[in-house]
Structures are given as C-alpha cells and as structure tokens.
C-alpha cells in the first residue's frame, strides 16, 4: 500500500511538473496572416509592404511576409545572402539576363541565390513568405532606382 501511495504521488509530481513546465516556458509564436501589422517597406518601390513574424531581418534568422501590389516591379537588384520564398497568394516572375523568365504561382516555392541579380515582377497582388538565415539586404544595380536614395 505504501509503495502504491509513493509511486502515484510521483506519478502526480511528475505530471504536475511536466504540464507547469509546458505552460511555463510555451515558446510558441502563432502569427496568421490577417492580423498581421503591415509596413511600409522603405527599400522598396512605394506599394511594397511587410510584417516581420520572426527574428530581425537586417540582422538574420528571419521570417517576414511582403505584399507586393498588382503591376509591381522591383527594378533589377540582389541580396547578399541567399532567400528561400514561398507564395502565399498571386504570383511572381523573376527576370533575369540570359536566363527564361521564371514565374513562381501560389504555393510555389523559390530561392534566391546570393548575389544572382534580377528584376521581380507581379502581374497581380503578390503575398509571398521570405526565410533566411543571415542578414536580409537589398542592392540596386542602378542607385537611382534605390528608393532609400530619393
């Protein structure tokens, strides 16, 4: 009887501590994409915006969502360090030099080589997810197309 009463008082101990444990240190970060807080975008033409859902894009292991409007351009660029996007809605197509032209659909997924430099298209509007693990950077080949210029 006494081993019975020790081993359920464990028993409940152990519960009691895994689920505190549990709510105690949830980490879970939850982020649906209709409540998202959408900004502008200032390294972008005007129309761009995005909502970051996960670490700090200038500095790496990030997550952000971009909404890019219907007949959006960005003007021919790179990034440093390779982006791995997913479409969410709409589509995009990635013009590069002496290269097809690549249009990625809804559910599409894509990544950008560091440094491949090409123009980014979106005949409608575009919600895509963009993932990286260092730090997320934009250049343009012409600088007065940089809007961080004007």
């Known amino acids: 009887m ?5 081993t359920t008082f464990i028993f409940l ?3 009691y501590a895994f689920c505190f444990g549990q709510t ?3 980490s ?3 982020k649906n994409i209709n409540r998202l807080e959408w900004h502008p975008k200032p390294t972008l033409p005007p129309g761009a915006l995005s909502a970051v859902v996960y670490g700090d894009p200038p500095k790496g292991h990030y997550d ?3 909404k890019f409007p ?24 990635i013009k590069r030099d002496n290269a ?17 430099k090409y123009i980014a298209y979106t005949p409608n509007e ?14 343009y080949e012409n600088p007065k197309d940089d809007p961080r210029n004007h």
């Open 13 to 15: 101990f152990f519960c």
């Open 64 to 66: 952000f969502y971009a």
């Open 70 to 93: 219907k007949n959006y351009t960005v003007p021919i660029h790179w990034h440093t360090f390779e982006c791995n996007v997913i479409i969410i809605k709409g589509s995009m197509t």
């Open 2 to 6: 006494k081993t019975k009463s020790i």
């Open 126 to 139: 575009c919600i895509f997810l963009a993932h990286g693990e260092k730090p997320f950077d934009i250049f």
């Open 24 to 26: 105690a240190s949830d």
């Open 28 to 30: 879970m970060i939850v």
């Open 100 to 116: 097809a032209d690549i249009t990625i659909t809804q559910g599409g997924f894509f990544t950008l080589p560091a440094k491949m």
